[in-house]
Structures are given as structure tokens and as C-alpha cells.
């Protein structure tokens, strides 16, 4: 049974950060793939600075292209929102029963885990795997040691997508913090601008 591991994010933009880390999993794990699960545009959130669904979607695909073992995945796109993982993860396994879903994530995500929805529920059924975070907060009890828990020891990224919408607004030059076609769609499209 092939193991996807589920990187999800909004991806506003993607980064080489979350590249590095995607493919850090996929080369240093037992995964087979990573799927970089876009999270949509929130109905209720008019957030400015989100592109729209099929842009980032975009992004995606392109920063991808080059690694056969990353794939965008829009499988959220089509859920009701608000988007909760618990239910990607049930609508995932009933359409690909052929695979196992893992769910990457960082400390800082785990350290606040149990306010998730159904989290006993996704714990049960799927494996975590966790990569470090500069800003973590303590791992609550119930998760340190976990036999479904497993804590990998990836690159810590210090790039954000605030920050490169932040320094492009100002005018810096980005390019080398994105994947090549990915900077030249942004740039063609005076994304974030």
C-alpha cells in the first residue's frame, strides 16, 4: 500500500522552505509521495493578500513539476468549509482506499492538537509525522512519546510566505526564496504588489 504523506497550507505563496521540506519527507521517511494540499480561500475570511484558489494551485503545480514525488492536491476545494482536517482525511480514504494518508505537521501545530476536531479520531486512524519549529511550544503530554507520533528531524525553515508577500509589497528582490517558475508566474501576474 503506497504512503502519501499530507502537507497542508495555504501556500500564499509556496517557498522553497516548503519545498525543502516536502521533499525532505518524501527522501528521508518510508513515503512513498507528498501531497501539498491547498487550503482554500476562506468564504468568511476576505483576507487581501490570499490569491484566489486556482492561482495558488498554480503556484503549486509549478514549484512541483521537477519532483515526481510531490503533487498538488486541490481535494479541499471541493469540501464544505469551514475546512476541517478530519474530514479531508475521511474524503481522502474513500477515494483512494489503496492508500495510507500520513499527516505532516509542525511542533508548533501539534502543540495545540487536541483543540483540533476529532483529533482522537484522525490519531487513530493515521500516523504524524512532525517536523521541528524555531517557535514550538511545549508538546502537550499526551502526544510525547505517542506510537503514532513520530517526530523527524528535518531542515528548520526561517522563510515565510508573510514574509516574502512583505518584502515583495516593498520592492525587494525574492527570486531566489521561490522556485524559478513559480517566481516567474507571480512577476508576470504583479502578484502580492
Same mark, same amino acid.
Given at each position: 500500500?503506497?504512503?502519501?504523506?499530507?502537507?497542508?497550507?495555504?501556500?500564499?505563496?509556496?517557498?522553497?522552505?516548503?519545498?525543502?521540506?516536502?521533499?525532505?519527507?518524501?527522501?528521508?521517511?518510508? @513515503?512513498?509521495?507528498?501531497? *501539498?494540499?491547498?487550503? &482554500?480561500?476562506?468564504?468568511? %475570511?476576505?483576507?487581501?493578500?490570499?490569491?484566489? !484558489? $486556482?492561482?495558488?494551485?498554480?503556484?503549486?503545480?509549478?514549484?512541483?513539476?521537477?519532483?515526481?514525488?510531490?503533487?498538488?492536491?486541490?481535494?479541499?476545494?471541493?469540501?464544505?468549509?469551514?475546512?476541517?482536517?478530519?474530514?479531508?482525511?475521511?474524503?481522502?480514504?474513500?477515494?483512494?482506499?489503496?492508500?495510507?494518508?500520513?499527516?505532516?505537521?509542525?511542533?508548533?501545530?501539534?502543540?495545540?492538537?487536541?483543540?483540533?476536531?476529532?483529533?482522537?479520531?484522525? @490519531?487513530?486512524?493515521?500516523? *504524524?509525522?512532525?517536523? &521541528?519549529?524555531?517557535?514550538? %511550544?511545549?508538546?502537550?503530554?499526551?502526544?510525547? !512519546? $505517542?506510537?503514532?507520533?513520530?517526530?523527524?528531524?528535518?531542515?528548520?525553515?526561517?522563510?515565510?510566505?508573510?514574509?516574502?508577500?512583505?518584502?515583495?509589497?516593498?520592492?525587494?528582490?525574492?527570486?531566489?526564496?521561490?522556485?524559478?517558475?513559480?517566481?516567474?508566474?507571480?512577476?508576470?501576474?504583479?502578484?502580492?504588489?
Amino acid at each position: 500500500m503506497q504512503k502519501i504523506g499530507l502537507f497542508f497550507g495555504s501556500f500564499n505563496p509556496i517557498h522553497n522552505g516548503h519545498l525543502i521540506l516536502a521533499n525532505h519527507f518524501v527522501e528521508h521517511t518510508n @513515503l512513498d509521495q507528498v501531497w *501539498l494540499v491547498i487550503t &482554500p480561500k476562506s468564504p468568511f %475570511k476576505q483576507k487581501q493578500s490570499m490569491l484566489p !484558489n $486556482h492561482h495558488r494551485l498554480e503556484l503549486v503545480y509549478r514549484a512541483t513539476q521537477d519532483y515526481p514525488n510531490l503533487h498538488p492536491s486541490d481535494i479541499e476545494f471541493g469540501l464544505s468549509t469551514p475546512n476541517y482536517t478530519t474530514d479531508s482525511l475521511a474524503h481522502l480514504e474513500e477515494k483512494h482506499p489503496d492508500k495510507q494518508f500520513v499527516l505532516l505537521m509542525g511542533e508548533d501545530n501539534l502543540a495545540h492538537f487536541q483543540k483540533w476536531k476529532n483529533h482522537e479520531v484522525i @490519531l487513530k486512524r493515521h500516523a *504524524l509525522y512532525v517536523y &521541528p519549529r524555531k517557535e514550538a %511550544k511545549a508538546i502537550p503530554p499526551q502526544f510525547q !512519546n $505517542h506510537p503514532k507520533i513520530t517526530l523527524v528531524e528535518a531542515p528548520e525553515m526561517q522563510v515565510s510566505s508573510s514574509a516574502i508577500r512583505k518584502w515583495i509589497k516593498e520592492g525587494k528582490n525574492i527570486r531566489p526564496l521561490l522556485p524559478p517558475k513559480c517566481w516567474e508566474y507571480l512577476d508576470q501576474m504583479n502578484f502580492y504588489k
